[in-house]
């Protein structure tokens, strides 16, 4: 299928690119989920406005313990070691299972989470660090926390008129571990349960339980779920009422298997 | 996967009764590289999508989004209506009626356009045309349909309920057709030592060659022709529906099928779309093209497999078949399609379900069930994979309960070689083969004992086994009892030398992934010695070439390869007569040597001469020269014409998460006999491709519906297709075992591939399983599906 009739624009800088989207216009990063989505003609925006060329769109850059992703860094840039240390090394696994690499050279992790596919790896693995989105709206700079920033299916703390602009992630030690599973019969179906934990020295452990047709479920302090996977993750999953057996399932072997490879 | 050259010791102690391959190694038996890969590997293939003339005009089909509805009126968008066709502007296209002679066969009017009702989501209802498909889609979706929603028949096992809506009206239930063979097996209760009965399903499935289906049509003044430049597998056959059809003289309808990106079965059906893009280009005397895309391809066109068995089986104590009762529902979908129509798969289920097997005494009923879903076509095998998955999965459960192992209970019932040719209870003529050998093989090849092994401490792995056979080239006198459209006779082919001496081979079916531009040089090159980089396949184009009922069936390397070979013989012939005028010596005298004629151990004269002689010095010609010239159309049908069976054996690894129903391949073995290889590097590609698609039916690929019948899968991220990432590396053994009735013992061995895989990973599957006492019954074995069987069995 082909896209109804749209306008495009490529605004130079922030401010136009503001303008454009106060106008009713929709952001394109990458179009790796928008393209099918125009194609399909599931989305008939009027007019795209191209992000591609906005100055500090992409890149990742670090100031103390904190790295600042931008928004357009591409999978392919994640997954090639763009992100310094530890936090990079994690990123780049995640990256490396999106997709295939066609769509990893044009799909951005700020697309990703500003599409908020609960099944997405960004959407799923992004709520485990203690970190946040920079987002940019007419009035001025704001920031959501990584948890906080998808509230749904499709659905983000976003307004119409506002953009990602960066997701900021604490640095990590390089004693931090990580497990991380997801549930896919081939590259590039979209995961039918993902989960992940961190544990870094000093801090209670954290994890995520995603892709369940609903916003990713965050435990914070998942001290409980690393002494105990197996029982820990039956309990968390009961407690979230999946209707599917099978997802339940899955969903619960998702966490223990992510809890036992971050111990 | 294991290439040709690495293959694992195949083929040992061989039968091969030709010499050319081993004298030049570019003959009947040789591994010659595919002389049309240059093109497709640099991206010079031409597909219809490549194709564009100037004043095309693209169209966009406007279909039903509802399963079954009266059609109450569509209103065209306003300034549009002369772009925007519905069926009552095309009355000059008759209908789709794809009859089978078979006793009871219910006939289904497909219009080209949705007349009245629609039946199924997807069928076309209106045709959109602008300058470009973009702009024909914006018409599309600005058209305003009006339908009466009614109930719609999405399972066919619902379909002759009571109460029921007919989908035809006119007809006395939803049924294309019963078949049945009545055998009273009441007794067999008392004699067995094990019966078992079976309940299973195989998915609604999509063909999905990577090119979909396009059509560009185009009205030529000067020949008063219709040219129609489609995707198709029969060229010839599209030429005779197109002009029944519309009315037209055969003469009056060309059809050339370009390079075509797979077939599969899928290609060789006449679709509602070709014809109105036919028409609407002699309506409108501008060339008009239409280019299916994955959504159409998907849901409204390409289905296909869809089969429900309630399968009874007896045994003896040594796991000896007693007999079989098979009941067998085909969901076919709203029409029958043209040429094969409705009742192919049924009727084939009936006929193949014995398979390999010595089977005594058997009944069966098959129902064709008319639903609201778009036809079911035949697919890669037909009706095979789908037999051969019930057979085998019932055979395995015969053997459990026996106690016995799947080899032995397989190697009682195949038909021995001893037995050979052997002609079995309904009627199929079995031509060669050594059926256990190629099951003790396969068993030697995947290592059981290690499976066992990890059995007993506790890993969730299995091994299965499929045994099948594979029914190729089948002409006259099989089809015709099936009173189909088509019926397929003798194969033509025309070979002739042009002048500076080039041969060139025109056939009137088409290769589309089978590389008969390279095995039918190979043919031609054994009988003429040619060399194959001097041969020319002309194919794909109605006007240059004789008429064939086209690819499909494993036909084409039996059927054009005969031809091909006999018309070379006797243009040989011709070209000895030459040769001994130009020799000065006598026709016994000579002989055809390294693309000479020559004198019997003597000097010789090389075809090109012979050819520039008889073009060009025809004053040097002999008085008796055959005036037929250096050209030469010869026709072939295998005798008997029941076709070849090939045969394999299918062994496979799998793996079982038990937490999460995941399924692993870890390794698959197949045992094949394609009679004689005629390029054994190009039916590994053929048996690798086929093993690749059955691994999707037997893990992925599953198109569902919902109870209204909507399709639930309209992408290939809803779709899961095999990748590389799924496919493990096959291995291959080959024997070869000549065919007595074909030219060279080759066996029609292209759809082989797909057959094995449900039943030998499904019986892998159940033998990981067994231990809990769980059994996965319905394709494809997904995840969610073999854990519910996992927790079925702890219940
Ligand atoms: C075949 C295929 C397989 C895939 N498999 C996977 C997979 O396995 N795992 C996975 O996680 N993803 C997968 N994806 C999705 C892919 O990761 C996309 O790249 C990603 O979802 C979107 O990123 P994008 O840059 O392409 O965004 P786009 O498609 O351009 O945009 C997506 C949405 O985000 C909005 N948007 C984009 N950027 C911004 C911004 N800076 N601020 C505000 N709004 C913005 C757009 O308006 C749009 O609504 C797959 C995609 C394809 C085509």
């Avoid at chain 2, 597998?233 to 002009?243: L, R, W």
């Amino acid at each position: 299928m082909k896209p109804a009739p749209f306008d495009y624009a490529r605004p130079a800088d922030w401010s136009a690119a503001l303008a454009l989207l106060a106008a009713g216009a929709r952001p394109v990063a990458g179009g790796q989920s928008l393209g099918p989505m125009l194609n399909l003609r599931v989305a008939t925006p009027e007019k795209l406005a191209d992000l591609r060329h906005l100055p500090g769109y992409a890149g990742v850059t670090q100031q103390g313990g904190t790295i600042r992703i931008g928004a357009g860094t591409t999978h392919a840039a994640i997954e090639d070691g763009a992100v310094p240390g530890r936090l990079g090394a994690i990123l780049a696994g995640v990256a490396r299972r999106i997709a295939y690499r066609p769509v990893r050279n044009r799909g951005t992790i700020g697309g990703s989470l500003a599409h908020a596919d609960p099944a997405a790896d960004w959407v799923a693995v992004l709520p485990c660090f203690r970190g946040e989105a920079v987002v940019l709206g007419p009035a001025g700079e704001r920031r959501v926390k990584l948890e906080r920033f998808v509230t749904g299916m499709l659905a983000t703390a976003l307004s119409p008129e506002e953009l990602l602009l960066a997701v900021e992630l604490p640095a990590l030690p390089e004693a931090a571990r990580w497990g991380h599973w997801k549930f896919c019969r081939k590259p590039g179906e979209f995961s039918k349960a993902t989960a992940c934990v961190l544990a870094v020295p000093g801090e209670a452990p954290r994890a995520v339980l995603a892709a369940l047709d609903a916003p990713p479920f965050v435990v914070a302090d998942a001290s409980a779920l690393c002494a105990a996977p197996e029982a820990e993750a039956a309990r968390l999953v009961a407690a979230l009422d999946v209707a599917d057996p099978w997802r339940a399932a899955i969903a619960r072997t998702a966490l223990r298997r992510a809890a036992e490879a971050a111990s | 996967m294991t290439t040709a050259s690495d293959r694992p010791s195949a083929s040992e102690g061989v039968n091969r009764p030709h010499s050319h391959a081993s004298k030049t190694g570019k003959g009947v038996g040789a591994s010659l590289r595919r002389k049309e890969d240059a093109r497709f590997l640099h991206g010079r293939g031409r597909y219809v999508g490549d194709i564009a003339v100037p004043g095309m005009l693209e169209v966009a089909f406007l279909r039903s989004p509802v399963a079954h509805a009266r059609l109450l009126g569509v209103t065209k968008p306003a300034g549009a209506q002369d772009r925007v066709f519905l069926a009552a502007d095309l009355p000059e296209i008759a209908p789709i009626r794809a009859v089978s002679a078979l006793p009871g066969f219910r006939v289904s009017e497909q219009t080209a356009l949705a007349t009245g009702k629609v039946r199924h989501v997807g069928e076309a209802i209106a045709a959109c045309l602008a300058s470009s498909r973009a702009e024909a889609e914006d018409l599309a979706a600005a058209c305003e349909p009006e339908f009466e929603v009614l109930p719609a028949i999405s399972d066919m096992l619902t379909a002759r309920a009571p109460g029921v809506p007919l989908i035809h009206e006119h007809w006395a239930e939803n049924v294309f057709l019963e078949t049945r063979r009545e055998e009273d097996l009441s007794d067999l209760d008392a004699v067995a030592a094990a019966k078992v009965t079976r309940v299973l399903r195989t998915s609604r499935q999509s063909m999905a060659p990577i090119e979909g289906r396009g059509v560009l049509a185009e009205w030529d003044t000067r020949l008063e022709q219709l040219v129609v430049t489609t995707a198709s597998q029969q060229p010839h056959v599209s030429k005779t529906g197109i002009a029944e059809a519309l009315g037209l003289d055969e003469g009056q309808v060309r059809v050339i099928a370009p390079d075509v990106g797979g077939g599969f079965g899928y290609k060789a059906i006449l679709l509602p779309e070709e014809l109105v893009c036919c028409a609407l280009a002699m309506r409108l005397q501008r060339p008009v093209r239409w280019l299916e895309d994955r959504l159409e391809q998907l849901t409204a066109n390409a289905n296909c497999r869809e089969h429900h068995y309630i399968v009874t089986a007896w045994a003896d104590r040594e796991g000896r078949l007693l007999g079989c009762d098979v009941d067998a529902t085909v969901d076919s979908g709203a029409y029958s399609s043209y040429p094969f129509s409705a009742c192919l798969e049924a009727a084939q289920i009936g006929s193949i379900f014995p398979g390999p097997y010595i089977l005594p005494r058997f009944r069966y009923h098959t129902l064709s069930a008319c639903t609201n879903k778009p036809p079911i076509l035949p697919y890669r095998g037909v009706a095979r994979p789908g037999v051969c998955y019930a057979m085998e999965t019932t055979l395995d459960a015969l053997a459990r309960q026996l106690g016995l192992s799947a080899e032995a209970i397989r190697a009682v019932n195949l038909v021995p070689k001893e037995a050979m040719p052997y002609r079995n209870l309904v009627g199929k003529h079995f031509d060669s083969g050594d059926y256990k050998e190629a099951l003790r093989r396969a068993v030697a090849l995947v290592d059981v004992p290690k499976v066992r092994a990890r059995q007993a401490k506790g890993e969730c792995v299995g091994v299965g086994l499929a045994s099948f056979c594979e029914q190729g080239a089948h002409g006259t006198s099989v089809y015709h009892g099936w009173g189909m459209p088509m019926v397929p006779g003798f194969e033509q082919a025309q070979a002739r030398f042009t002048p500076d001496g080039v041969l060139e081979l025109r056939v009137g079916l088409h290769s589309h992934g089978q590389g008969l531009e390279t095995t039918l040089a190979q043919v031609a090159h054994e009988i003429l010695g040619v060399d194959p980089a001097r041969v020319r396949l002309v194919h794909g184009d109605t006007a240059l070439t004789p008429y064939s009922t086209g690819t499909w069936g494993s036909r084409a390397m039996v059927m054009a390869g005969g031809a091909v070979a006999e018309a070379c013989r006797q243009l040989g012939e011709r070209a000895l007569t030459i040769g001994a005028a130009l020799l000065q010596a006598e026709r016994g005298e000579v002989e055809l040597a390294g693309g000479t004629v020559r004198r019997r151990g003597g000097a010789g004269i090389a075809l090109e001469e012979i050819a520039r002689t008889w073009y060009r010095r025809p004053q040097n010609l002999p008085a008796d020269v055959d005036r037929g010239g250096l050209d030469v159309t010869a026709g072939y049908r295998p005798d008997p014409d029941t076709g070849t069976h090939s045969y394999a054996c299918h062994a496979v690894v799998a793996r079982v998460d038990v937490e999460t129903g995941a399924v692993t391949l870890e390794d698959y073995v197949v045992v094949e006999d394609g009679g004689v290889l005629v390029n054994p590097m190009i039916v590994d590609g053929q048996v690798l491709g086929g093993t690749a698609q059955g691994i999707g039916t037997a893990l992925y690929e599953e198109m569902p519906y919902d109870a209204q019948g909507q399709p639930l899968a309209g992408t290939l991220a809803d779709y899961l297709l095999p990748g590389a990432t799924e496919v493990p590396d096959i291995r291959l053994d080959h024997m070869e075992t000549p065919s007595p009735w074909t030219r060279f013992g080759q066996k029609g061995i292209g759809e082989s591939g797909a057959i094995g895989p449900a039943g030998a990973i499904l019986n892998a599957i159940n033998d990981a399983l067994a231990p809990l006492g769980a059994e996965v019954f319905d394709l494809p074995a997904t995840p969610a599906r073999v854990l519910a069987a996992i927790e079925a069995a702890r219940r």
